[in-house]
């Protein structure tokens, strides 16, 4: 019995410092939804942008004050009308995230870059290399740069 107890133990330790970890790192809990929506504006779609929006928007309010501006941006990709709107709030929405993970240092995960598009100059994260352009889409794909990993 008392090996059984150890072993509990030992699993909520782990369990609570994987919590602890992700909890510091608020970020992480938006970057799915996120990278949904870079992936659908690339597509040229709003297939579920307005639901990964306001699952942002719900993560960053969470945040207080220091995730307003993520929860702001979200809120405008979450009623942009078309394809156009969604791609104009998916910048503010970018360059929101990018200003607190730069600001803070928090965690964008592995394999995960900051690219930039001269022809729009705006600014995105995504993961991989390839570039998948969310403001141009299938008409200029590739157009963009890796800048830096974050």
């Known amino acids: 019995m008392t090996l059984m107890i150890r072993g509990a133990l030992f699993v909520m ?3 609570a410092a994987t919590g602890v970890a992700r909890a510091g790192d ?7 939804p996120y990278f949904r929506i870079q992936s659908a504006l690339s597509d ?12 942002i928007a719900t993560a960053a309010k969470a945040m207080g004050e ?9 809120d405008a990709l979450g009623s ?3 394809l156009a709107g969604a791609r104009t709030a998916f910048s503010q929405l970018s360059d929101a995230v990018i200003a607190f993970s730069e600001s803070t240092r928090a965690e964008v995960g592995d394999g995960v870059h900051a690219m930039y598009c ?4 705006k600014q995105w994260l995504q993961k991989g290399d390839k570039v998948s352009n969310p403001y141009y889409g299938k008409a200029m ?7 830096k990993s974050t």
């Open 13 to 15: 330790l782990v369990v």
């Open 26 to 32: 608020p970020l992480l809990t938006m970057l799915d």
């Open 80 to 82: 942009a009308a078309d």
């Open 118 to 121: 001269p022809m729009a100059k």
């Open 141 to 147: 794909l590739t157009c963009g740069e890796k800048k």
């Open 66 to 74: 220091s995730g307003a501006p993520i929860a702001t941006a979200a």
């Open 44 to 55: 040229d779609k709003t297939d579920g942008v307005k639901a990964d929006a306001a699952a």
